[in-house]
């Protein structure tokens, strides 16, 4: 595969993996490190760009929704958890977005309380970057 091609796939892994849609960046990421056939900060710089966006996206849709919708309507307990840590600890909670099952809520809900727009952005890309760093560093 060439190199455009599977930066690309990453990347596009990696954004789907951020949004409300399930996705498995983490996977496709540590076959191509194995594989070895790319520059390992390619491959960090692709995917972790693609969450990131990913992750600004919802965030964006939540910032969207909150003109049509009250907060009141929360009720799952992964929306009032994270309802919580934003209370608690604002945009810093971003750096959470990468956890499974609570990260996307997370964004979306930063979003809706519409926490600080740029401090939210390099919070969820700070929290992301570790993330597959951290992969990169386990392969």
């Given at each position: 595969?060439?190199?455009?091609?599977?930066?690309g796939?990453?990347?596009?892994?990696?954004?789907?993996?951020?949004?409300?849609?399930?996705?498995?960046?983490?996977v496709?990421?540590?076959?191509?490190?194995?594989?070895?056939?790319?520059?390992?900060?390619?491959?960090?710089?692709?995917?972790?760009?693609?969450?990131?966006?990913?992750?600004?996206?919802?965030?964006?849709?939540?910032?969207?929704?909150?003109?049509?919708?009250?907060?009141?309507?929360?009720?799952?307990?992964?929306?009032?958890?994270?309802?919580?840590?934003?209370?608690?600890?604002?945009?810093?909670?971003?750096?959470?977005?990468?956890?499974?099952?609570?990260?996307?809520?997370?964004?979306?809900?930063?979003?809706?309380?519409?926490?600080?727009?740029?401090?939210?952005?390099?919070?969820?890309?700070l929290?992301?970057?570790?993330?597959?760093?951290?992969?990169?560093?386990?392969?």
């Open positions: 595969m060439s190199e455009e091609l599977s930066l796939a990453l990347f596009l892994s990696g954004f789907i993996s951020a949004t409300l849609l399930p996705g498995g960046s983490e496709l990421l540590a076959w191509q490190l194995i594989d070895g056939s790319h520059n390992p900060w390619a491959l960090w710089a692709a995917v972790t760009s693609g969450n990131a966006l990913g992750g600004i996206v919802t965030f964006l849709m939540g910032w969207g929704i909150a003109h049509y919708f009250p907060l009141k309507l929360f009720s799952s307990s992964r929306q009032l958890q994270a309802k919580s840590w934003l209370e608690r600890y604002g945009a810093y909670s971003l750096l959470l977005s990468w956890l499974p099952l609570i990260g996307d809520p997370l964004c979306f809900m930063a979003g809706w309380l519409k926490t600080h727009f740029l401090l939210s952005l390099l919070m969820i890309t929290g992301k970057a570790i993330r597959y760093l951290l992969i990169i560093g386990l392969i």
